[in-house]
Nanobody
């Protein structure tokens, strides 16, 4: 059984940086995708970034150039480096894992596992 535990959220000011971590336990297949989604208060879950097992990446337009997704395979940990944070980045951030479908999906229903989330709050 796969378990995902996010950490690294907090309260920061606009323009600051944060790095989120997602520790993975349990075994997965070799052809997987890991992704970050976020959900603001009263909003639907929104795609942020995805990373395939082979290193392909995809980003939402709203975070391209500011966020970077990466994985440390030795530590089984996924990261999201967030720079130049904006108040609109405020949300609970979730780490998710699913099977690769031939493309990096932005649909949260295509992912089978997710963590409890970590809150990111950006003040103006």
């Amino acid at each position: 059984q796969v378990q995902l535990v996010e950490s690294g959220g907090g309260l920061v000011q606009a323009g600051d940086s944060l790095r989120l971590s997602c520790a993975q336990s349990g075994r997965t297949g070799s052809n997987y995708v890991m992704a970050w989604f976020r959900q603001g208060s009263g909003e639907e879950r929104e795609f942020v970034a995805a990373l395939s097992a082979y290193g392909a990446t995809r980003y939402a337009d709203s975070v391209t150039g500011r966020f970077t997704i990466a994985r440390d395979n030795a530590e089984n940990t996924l990261y999201l480096q967030m720079n130049s944070l904006k108040p609109e980045d405020t949300a609970v951030y979730y780490c998710e894992l699913g099977a690769y479908r031939g493309y990096l999906s932005t649909d949260p229903t295509h992912y089978n596992y997710w963590g409890q989330g970590t809150q990111v709050t950006v003040s103006s």
